[in-house]
């Protein structure tokens, strides 16, 4: 019996790939509104779960929570001021704390984690993220004399 090698260009040409994307277009084209709805907002919780995992961020890569607040704005389209006046807050309130100028109060935290239907703790992390990240630009090693070590002489 004479063994036929399959190439990776048999299985993954440029006629194949289109088929798939018209698939994907048509099957997406389908989806109610609310299903596409859904997608985007598990789109922007998995950008926003990415973000808190990855440990590779410089201080010029961080992003605020308003950042990823406006995904949210985009996708129901309605505006920050449209969200602080849902809050029951003044819009400069609210874009200070989406931008970190305030710190997080739970308050804060539970409208976001309501309306965004994410975890609470998602927000503070974004918050403590980016305040460590900028004490890596400062002279981190200052930490290290707090050690246990250092205190016990192990």
Excluded: C
Aim: proline share 2%.
């Amino acid at each position: 019996m004479k063994n036929i090698e399959i190439l990776p260009k048999d299985i993954w040409n440029n006629d194949k790939l289109n088929k798939i994307d018209e698939f994907i277009k048509e099957h997406s084209d389908n989806q109610s509104k609310e299903r596409k709805i859904r997608n985007k907002l598990l789109s922007i919780q998995y950008k926003l779960e990415d973000y808190i995992e990855r440990d590779d961020i410089k201080e010029n890569e961080t992003l605020d929570i308003l950042d990823f607040v406006k995904l949210y704005l985009k996708v129901f389209d309605i505006t920050k001021k449209d969200l602080a006046k849902y809050f029951g807050m003044r819009d400069s309130n609210l874009h200070k704390y989406l931008t970190g100028q305030r710190k997080l109060n739970p308050e804060v935290v539970l409208k976001i984690s309501s309306f965004s239907r994410t975890k609470p703790e998602y927000w503070y992390r974004v918050q403590v993220k980016n305040e460590i990240v900028k004490l890596k630009k400062e002279d981190r090693k200052e930490y290290d004399k707090y050690d246990y070590e250092k205190l016990l002489s192990i």
